[in-house]
């Protein structure tokens, strides 16, 4: 195909009615039929730092990636410049992707060729197009003016989407000016909750849908999903995001002075009370106030906590004066708070309130393909944190992350590739690249690894079986796999936590879940 037939193409497909991941998509495929490259990128500017938007030819884990312009000077360069820019095969510049390509196997391939072009509109900087190639001069005589010509279709495209979503806002929320809108989407679109899958999608609607309203929200899930980043999503795109969103760990308040952190005192009210102090409504006062662990809150305290839910009005200790407070409520637990009000440890009324709209976050297990997102971002936050090389993961990692239950969710997945940067990396010299494999994980990660193989081995799915009865089925394997432990060694769960190939804390959370414990 000729570079005119290519730019044709690449016009047509970006402008017909598909989604924009799909129009950057198809964008790449159309480049790839004149310059070939192993792996391309489009990257959206969220300040200082690239976020991958879409990739051909990268694995799995790089789009859950930031790249820092300080950190990648080839990035750097490429934004820095109005026109297309080469990079010598011999340069020394390190490569943003080494390692990052889909076809390296974990082998840490590093990349030869490169080319990139920042994506602009008048002056502003929209992110950058970049294209890699492992043979060195892969890109020799590639037409500069047809990338420049790309890159200016693809940077239109960027700004009609930014447009689109900008318009989408001020139906909204009419009287805030357009810049405030743009700054709200970015922030949406940022790398605190991150994941594609059916369920985060649904989760991030129903957060814009109860964003811009005041109701109380209710947000359950298991212990690590991330609660509290849905707290400061629904925040961050509520009309109050201009003011402070506070943070009550509920399960960490004294019942002597709970009522105090949340409601306030007035000097003397108890011993030590020696000046007036607000409460954590008054403080957040036309704001946000957050409040996890929800269900571990007194009995003695929640009457006054439905009191300011209904009525907007609080009173500090040892006052009789009424103050209004005018507060967006934010609750969070782990716990089953309907169950907690059939055992009285918790106000039905109070719980009927909180619940006005509940989002539940859904736990790790339910959305794996999220997972080589999450282990890329993690990843490179281990490698900020410990002043890493690159810190790449090899294909029988993910595949292993992937089939694993994670008992603790997303934090545990967090504090697992952490500790194993830190291991891996004390065997590499410091400022080498650190490839985490398979080995690297652990007898902890056997069981989930013979369980997703045996059920390979099983019969085919049955057309029409649906994710429910999916889900079910594997946990009932797992209960069966572990029943069968148990009774191989007489009922000691540390064997056969060992015959399973897993740490006993691990079999216990898991046997938990499943309802052995």
Not at 487 to 496: K, P, T
């Amino acid at each position: 195909m000729s570079q005119l037939e290519a730019i044709v193409a690449i016009a047509s497909d970006i402008t017909a009615a598909l989604s924009s991941d799909e129009r950057y998509r198809r964008l790449l495929i159309g480049l790839k039929r004149v310059i070939p490259y192993d792996a391309a990128a489009l990257l959206r500017i969220e300040g200082d730092e690239l976020v991958p938007i879409v990739s051909e030819g990268l694995s799995e884990d790089a789009m859950g990636r930031r790249f820092s312009l300080k950190e990648h000077p080839r990035l750097s360069i490429i934004c820095r410049s109005e026109a297309p820019i080469t990079f010598p095969s011999d340069s020394e510049l390190p490569d943003p992707y080494d390692g990052l390509l889909a076809k390296d196997h974990g082998e840490f391939q590093r990349v030869h060729a490169c080319l990139g072009c920042s994506l602009r509109v008048g002056d502003t900087l929209l992110g950058a197009l970049t294209a890699d190639a492992a043979k060195p001069h892969a890109f020799d005589g590639i037409d500069l003016g047809f990338l420049s010509a790309v890159g200016a279709l693809a940077a239109a495209e960027m700004r009609t989407t930014h447009l689109i979503e900008a318009l989408e806002q001020s139906a909204k929320r009419q009287g805030l000016i357009a810049r405030d809108l743009m700054r709200d989407v970015q922030l949406r679109q940022g790398a605190d909750m991150i994941g594609t899958t059916r369920a985060m999608q649904r989760l991030r609607k129903d957060i814009d849908i109860v964003a811009g309203s005041d109701f109380t929200v209710l947000i359950t899930g298991e212990t690590g999903v991330g609660k509290e980043l849905v707290a400061r999503a629904v925040h961050a795109a509520s009309e109050r995001r201009g003011e402070p969103m506070l943070y009550v760990n509920c399960a960490a308040l004294p019942e002597t002075l709970a009522d105090s952190e949340l409601f306030g005192h007035v000097r003397g009210a108890f011993t030590g009370a020696s000046a007036d102090r607000p409460g954590k409504f008054e403080v957040a006062n036309h704001g946000t106030l957050f409040l996890d662990e929800i269900g571990e809150l007194p009995l003695s305290v929640q009457p006054k906590l439905l009191r300011a839910i209904q009525q907007g009005e609080i009173q500090r200790v040892g006052s009789d004066k009424v103050v209004k407070a005018d507060v967006r409520l934010i609750a969070a637990t782990n716990r089953d708070l309907e169950r907690e009000v059939k055992a009285e440890r918790f106000r039905a009324d109070l719980y009927h309130r909180l619940n006005v709209y509940p989002l539940k976050v859904p736990p790790l297990r339910d959305r794996a393909d999220d997972i080589p997102l999450l282990a890329g971002y993690f990843c490179d936050v281990a490698r900020r944190r410990l002043g890493l090389g690159p810190v790449r993961l090899d294909p029988e990692a993910i595949a292993a992350l992937k089939s694993y239950p994670w008992p603790g969710n997303v934090r545990e997945l967090e504090n697992v590739l952490s500790r194993l940067a830190l291991k891996a990396a004390a065997r590499v010299p410091r400022g080498e690249p650190v490839v985490l494999s398979r080995s690297h994980l652990g007898p902890d990660f056997a069981v989930s690894t013979t369980v997703a193989s045996q059920k390979t081995d099983r019969e085919p799915p049955v057309a029409g079986v649906d994710a429910v009865a999916l889900r079910e089925a594997t946990k009932e394997f797992q209960r069966s796999l572990i029943e069968r432990a148990l009774a191989a060694h007489d009922g000691n769960w540390s064997a056969a936590a060992s015959s399973l190939g897993m740490h006993r804390s691990n079999l216990h959370h898991l046997a938990v879940r499943l309802g052995l414990k």
